[in-house]
């Protein structure tokens, strides 16, 4: 009985955990972990700012989140920076600022516009570990800390701090925790006592609320509160169990694990989603989902088989957005976030079970028959129909039943004029299923049978307006079935036909309005079988493909345009009457060049598949829009033709993995146009960042998201701008565009991986650089985000250096022009000295040639006159005394012409100027000379010997050398020095 009891114990707790397994929510989420940038995997809080940021609180720093990059914020040596990098709660202000708590570093106050932290602490009355900070509607921010509450008043800089004092209406712990605010305004706070609170901010009295009269859920650590929309307020903690308090009638109601909780251990927040219902982060348990109409419990959970499922059972915080994302912090997987919007193939249309039995099989083939059966035939895995009433039928190949399908790969699928099934397979010949006998007959390839099927390898099934069966093979081109003889006629390659299809394996078969087949090749096109003039056409567009390609699918939609998928060269829109044909590649936003299958919905839109998703063409655009895995489809490789519409409007397509329902009139499309942001500037490669230096000048003041212009100088030769939409739904489908005015003559494009433009060697100028983005579904608004930028010219191109230069080139030729009149003015000084210098000289010359003239004219004077003189004494001697006395006074006269005076006052100025002031200067300098003295010292510097200043002074020889002995000694002057060279020295 025990054992049974445990047994029964044990099935029990495995049927619960198998209903949880089933009963989770089917979410799908996004991470962001280390490796998309985080600084660390344990995340306490998250933040929308009202930019639309995204911050995410961590153990190892504080984040912003674009979409696409996380920026960290760290404590380092800048007095600036936060004060520490634990994160544990986080809130922004009316006025744009972000608070930051930590975890021992007390509470920070972010400016996002110049990155800086402000750091209030202790010294303020805060605690050092910031629990919970939260702004009320009147803009207050209230924190809650480990040193009680505080309210923060703006105009004093300062906080309002509310203690324990023992009086039965103040805070009745240190331990502030959460902080909710109703929506009647009133303020209520837990703290880790058991009770919880409501302040009266106008008296500052705290009146507790005792919701928890349980001795089981004592537990009251990291307590969080919740207001539904009916006002009631729920109430969570570790160990605790959820409650539910009713504030009208004060009454309170508790969940356990056995009320449906995944755990009792609820450490992290309560949100409300849009819906209504309650999300609940647990330890351990992931996400609880209450509806709080039925009071039950949906599951959200980490399951290591779904990429996609939440990374982690242990969740720490949870926040909607403004687009009602729910985001979801972890302790140790990150960030994970859910998008209502992200999944828009979440094939609703067909029950679980069936989605769950063809995932992971490749679906081939599509069909719906005249009973609203749907017909799927897989790569392998059989041959399965889904009745109207959702009942799945499937057929296997059994070897030891000839009236089982014959091959489990089915390629091909159509219904024939009498409702039977065709079906082609792969290597196993032509299936027909009978609705009365519900068995299957087989036709196979019999080479010595020319009526016989020509191929085992049935690719496509056509069945005209006529109800011709065309069968495209593989090696055979194509048979013709007839149902009622049970025969095939080939019209292939090898056929003796005159009319045929010169091609062995043949993709897919279409019938046009007019009745025409075509026929699509593998490797040589199309071709046209027209069944008024019987004859085989090839078209011809500016294209070969019609000639040459691979042909995958062809489709005619209501306005008569033959559609063309193709194999390695897009998708092309063929006008048979104008025999024209237009191409669509990836230019045209197709996310392939491999066009698989080809629809079109009720609003005229071409719907195609591709190896790389599915894309629709609307009739007014221009412009595919593109959708893969990450909108919810089950793959993102499609293949051939296994692409309907059912009856009701319906598309269903078959994958590598599974099937695919949608109904493209009911796919929600995101409508929200991202704001754009600049996210980063870069100069010559570094990141420039508010109140960094590059090339002596501040290029930032303010964080470059917060900034309108920039300024930059010539030697910023290369700078580059990066920028995000902040659009988190799949970010990675949105599209830019950008133009640097002044510069650009076009709008450039761009994706989500290129989210940056780099350009260098600007001219001097203004110039404004302009992005503009859509959202993921290629919806476009007017969200331009602009950057005003001024590039300062080179020192030598500025107005002042241009002046300067100017001014330099007058002042150079101005001093060039006085330099050429001063070397004129020096030339014709010079010139005019050397006349004056040759006036001299011949003046000199002539003074000398005067002097030596009247010296030796003197000389010889004197010699004649003392000739006479010595005979008028010899006649004397002899004459009488009255001639005697006559004789006397002529020889007095002739002494008195002898005497030099007379020569001396011509000759003295003249030796004067011509020696440069000699005798001047030697009477100046030897006054006590005498007049004889000077004469002789005159005519030494006149280079005349003893003999002739003898002979011209009217003395001996022997008498002149005596004065030329006095004046030695006058002059003082030793026995070597020359008389002469120093009279001409001086």
């Known amino acids: 009985m025990i054992k049974t009891l445990k047994n029964k114990k044990l099935f029990l707790s495995a049927l619960l955990i198998l209903c949880l397994k089933f009963s989770f929510a089917q979410y799908s989420f996004n991470r962001i972990t280390k490796e998309q940038g985080l600084p660390h995997n344990n995340v306490e809080c998250i933040l929308q700012s009202a930019s639309g940021f995204m911050w995410f609180g961590t153990r190892d720093g504080f984040c912003r989140f674009d979409g696409y990059e996380v920026k960290v914020y760290r404590n380092t040596q800048d007095t600036n920076s936060i004060s520490g990098n634990r994160i544990l709660s986080v809130a922004e202000d009316k006025d744009g600022f972000i608070w930051v708590g930590t975890y021992q570093n007390g509470v920070n106050r972010f400016n996002p516009k110049t990155n800086q932290f402000k750091k209030y602490g202790i010294r303020n009355g805060i605690g050092n570990q910031i629990y919970r900070i939260k702004v009320l509607k009147d803009g207050t921010v209230v924190i809650g800390s480990n040193s009680g509450l505080a309210l923060f008043d703006k105009s004093t800089d300062s906080f309002k701090v509310y203690h324990p004092n023992g009086e039965p209406q103040s805070i009745n712990s240190y331990v502030v925790s959460d902080i909710l605010e109703t929506h009647d305004g009133q303020l209520f706070i837990a703290t880790f006592e058991k009770d919880i609170q409501r302040l009266d901010r106008k008296t500052g009295k705290f009146f507790s609320i005792s919701y928890n ?169 059989g041959l399965h129909v889904i009745s109207k009433e959702n009942k799945l039928t499937h057929f296997y190949s059994k070897i030891s039943d000839e009236t089982s399908i014959s091959g489990n790969v089915i390629t091909s699928l159509a219904e024939d004029v009498n409702g039977n099934i065709l079906i082609g397979t792969y ?44 069968l495209g093979l593989l090696g055979n081109g194509v048979d013709l079935f007839n149902s009622d003889t049970e025969t095939f006629k080939n019209i292939g390659p090898s056929s003796r036909e005159l009319i045929k299809i010169d091609h062995s394996n043949v993709m897919s078969v279409m019938e046009d309005s007019d009745g025409d087949i075509w026929f699509g090749t593998e490797g040589n096109g199309i071709y046209v079988y027209d069944k008024q003039a019987n004859n085989v056409l090839r078209i011809s567009t500016n294209s070969n493909i019609t000639t040459e390609g691979v042909i995958k699918d062809l489709f005619q939609d209501k306005w008569g345009n033959i559609w063309i998928g193709t ?134 003041q303010n964080d470059i998201t917060h900034t309108k212009e920039i300024e930059l100088t010539y030697s910023d030769k290369v700078f580059s701008i990066e920028f995000a939409a902040l659009n988190y739904t799949h970010p990675k489908k949105c599209q830019y565009k950008y133009k640097l005015e002044g510069f650009d003559e076009n709008w450039y494009d761009s994706d989500s991986e290129h989210r940056f433009v780099s350009y260098s060697n600007l001219k001097n100028g203004n110039y404004t650089f302009k992005v503009q ?109 009255a001639v005697k006395s006559g004789l006397q006074i002529v020889i007095d006269e002739i002494d008195n012409e002898i005497n030099d005076d007379k020569e001396w006052k011509y000759l003295e100025p003249r030796l004067d100027k011509m ?49 030329r002995y006095r004046l030695r000694k006058k002059l003082e002057l030793d026995s070597n020095e020359s008389l002469q060279r120093y009279l001409m020295d001086l």
């Open 773 to 881: 983005a859509s959202n993921n579904d290629k919806k476009w608004g007017d969200n331009i985000a602009e950057l005003s930028i001024h590039v300062l010219p080179p020192f030598w191109k500025t107005k002042w250096f241009i002046f300067l230069v100017v001014g330099l080139i007058v002042g150079v030729a101005a001093a060039a022009y006085n330099y050429r009149l001063r070397l004129l003015k020096i030339k014709f000084l010079q010139e005019q000295a050397l006349k004056e210098k040759r006036i001299t000289e011949l003046e000199k010359e002539n003074i000398e040639s005067e002097l030596e003239k009247l010296t030796f004219y003197t000389v010889n004077r004197n010699r004649v006159l003392i000739n006479y003189k010595n005979r008028m004494l010899g006649l004397a001697a002899k004459a009488m005394p």
């Open 915 to 963: 020696y440069n002031e000699f005798i001047s200067k030697l009477r100046n300098e030897y006054p006590d000379l005498t007049l004889s003295e000077v004469k002789v010292a005159s005519y030494v510097r006149m280079n005349l010997s003893s003999k002739e200043i003898a002979e011209f002074m009217h003395k001996t020889t022997r008498a002149i050398e005596n004065d």
């Open 567 to 700: 194999e390695g060269n897009g998708l092309f829109k063929y006008n048979k009457k104008e025999k024209e044909g237009i191409q669509y590649t990836l230019k045209n936003g197709l996310p392939s060049m491999i066009i698989l299958g080809i629809q079109e919905d009720a609003s005229g839109g071409i719907w195609v598949t591709t190896y790389d998703g599915i894309a629709v063409l609307s009739k007014d655009s221009k412009e595919f829009m593109s959708f893969d895995k990450s909108d919810g489809l089950s793959s993102n490789e499609f293949n051939a033709q296994a692409f309907i519409k059912l009856q009701d409007g319906t598309f269903l397509t078959g994958s590598k993995n599974g099937l695919d329902i949608f109904n493209p009139s009911e796919l929600s499309l995101n409508l929200t146009i991202p704001k754009v942001y600049f996210t980063k500037l870069k100069i010559q490669n570094q990141e420039v960042l508010p109140g960094d230096s590059i090339n002596q000048l501040i290029k930032l």
């Open 213 to 381: 009269n349980l001795e089981l859920n004592s537990g009251n650590y990291r307590k969080r509160l919740l207001e539904d929309r009916e006002g009631n307020l729920w109430i969570s903690a570790d160990k605790h169990g959820l409650c539910k308090y009713n504030r009208k009638s004060k009454k309170s109601k508790f969940y356990f694990k056995k009320n449906g909780l995944s755990s009792e251990v609820l450490t992290g927040d309560m949100i409300v989603n849009s819906d209504g219902k309650i999300w609940i982060a647990s330890d351990g348990g992931g996400i609880n989902i209450l509806d709080t109409r039925n009071e039950t419990f949906d599951y959200v959970n980490f399951d290591d088989e779904d990429v996609n499922s939440l990374p982690s059972n242990q969740v720490y915080t949870l926040y909607k957005d403004n687009a009602n994302r729910i985001w979801v912090g972890t302790y140790d997987k990150g960030v994970a976030y859910y998008d209502p919007l992200a999944k828009k193939f979440a094939n609703k249309l067909l029950p679980d079970n069936i989605c769950s039995f063809f995932k992971g099989k490749s679906v081939l083939g599509i069909l719906q028959d005249s009973k609203g059966n749907v017909w799927i035939g897989t790569d392998g895995s």
């Open 427 to 470: 290597n196993a010949g032509l299936n027909i299923y009978d609705y009365k006998t519900k068995s299957f007959k087989h036709f196979h390839q019999n080479s010595q049978n020319n009526l016989s099927l020509h191929s085992e390898n049935v690719w496509t099934i056509l069945v005209d307006s006529q109800g011709k069966n065309w």
